[in-house]
């Protein structure tokens, strides 16, 4: 056997004692670290039960995993070359960028947890989204994470609290896509970003893109983690967003700008109005063709989830001046509009009302209430 081979065969026997008695708490963080940066991660940071200490039930690393004692969490970012034509309705390429992206953050976390498994504690990828907690009292429809990414990165400094509510990074804004992997190894904590480095200003321009009211003009929500405080806007109800950025409803109240829905349903005032508005939308969302790409998600009947909105995540950028250039690319974006065969386009809004009255009862149906 070569001196290359034995060396193998010794790390591939001992990997776990190496791993658990030669590297030291810092050296295996930096490892996996380096590890989701090396594999596409823009950001990373480690949270511990000591920093997560006395944070809301969705920063429970036990309930993941019993017996964690940290987590990773990390930040892939989306293609920002793709924001602005989608912002302004000329192309919906982000869209399935959004989707690959999750897929593949997925696919850094699947890797590092296996890796650490590997060399001796027990790990688990924590997905990006649609993985709920089973044993809230109407199960998944509950919609609770498993954990809270969001959490886990404010506090360990991957990015900012917006006042969206989303995870604000320094380079790329809100238009990331985060994931944890929950560990038994005793990895070293980082700490949250300055207060003072944070770059919303509160020009609530997500909640003025905001169609359902979801993002709020005032209210704050404060949590405690490990002795830190953070605050970001308190959300509405998750079904406001969830029936604009589903595609179940898309057009502004003004009826001169929509989303990348082509459909034109009034929207309730109140909170508890929005679930069964959704319910009522599924029948007519069910019978829309659908030739674009698709989440899969566990909830939505026959499974394929199309993302319309997102305005909120990608008009946050750092710069003020994007920012603004953004909301006024939605603003200025028109309505979009369908034909059979599923192709969407934006027209003026005057267009699309002479193409939504013109189309027989049977079809109008599926866009209107
Ligand atoms: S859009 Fe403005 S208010 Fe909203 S999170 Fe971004 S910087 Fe903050
Ligand atoms: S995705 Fe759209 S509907 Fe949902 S919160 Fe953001 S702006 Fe509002």
């Not at 509950?142 to 604000?168: E, Q």
Request: aromatic share 8%; proline share 5%.
């Amino acid at each position: 056997m070569s001196d290359t081979a034995k060396t193998l065969k010794f790390v591939s026997k001992n990997s776990k004692f190496i791993a658990k008695n030669v590297l030291s708490k810092n050296d295996l963080s930096e490892v996996v670290k380096n590890m989701a940066k090396d594999l596409g991660a823009s950001e990373v940071g480690i949270v511990t039960k000591k920093t997560l200490e006395g944070g809301p039930v969705s920063t429970d690393l036990d309930y993941v995993l019993p017996g964690a004692k940290s987590a990773l969490v990390f930040a892939v970012p989306l293609d920002q070359n793709l924001i602005e034509p989608y912002l302004s309705k000329k192309d919906h390429s982000l869209n399935k960028n959004k989707i690959r992206t999750t897929t593949f953050t997925r696919g850094i976390a699947s890797e590092i947890a296996e890796f650490l498994d590997m060399i001796g504690f027990e790990s688990k990828a924590i997905s990006p989204n649609f993985v709920y907690r089973k044993d809230t009292p109407n199960g998944i429809r509950d919609m609770k994470p498993i954990i809270s990414h969001r959490y886990l990165a404010a506090r360990s400094g991957v990015g900012f609290f917006g006042h969206s509510g989303h995870i604000l990074t320094k380079e790329f804004g809100a238009a990331i896509v985060l994931a944890s992997v929950v560990t038994t190894a005793d990895l070293k904590a980082t700490e949250p970003l300055p207060k003072s480095e944070n770059y919303c200003d509160e020009c609530k321009l997500c909640t003025a893109i905001c169609i359902p009211k979801f993002i709020p003009k005032n209210e704050k929500t404060i949590i405690e983690m490990g002795g830190e405080e953070f605050e970001y806007g308190k959300r509405g109800d998750y079904s406001r967003c969830g029936i604009v950025c589903s595609g179940f409803a898309g057009l502004h109240t003004s009826k001169k700008w929509s989303t990348w829905s082509p459909t034109r349903i009034d929207l309730p005032e109140k909170d508890e109005d929005f679930k069964f508005a959704m319910l009522n939308a599924i029948p007519a969302y069910l019978q829309r063709p659908k030739n674009g790409d698709y989440f899969y998600h566990p909830l939505i009947p026959q499974y394929k989830l199309e993302y319309t909105c997102s305005n909120c995540q990608f008009i946050c950028h750092p710069d003020k001046e994007v920012r603004k250039n953004r909301f006024k690319l939605v603003k200025n974006s028109g309505v979009i509009i369908e034909d059979e065969c599923g192709n969407r386009k934006a027209v003026t809004p005057e267009e699309a009302e002479k193409i939504i009255q013109d189309m027989p009862d049977k079809r109008k149906k599926l866009y209107t209430n």
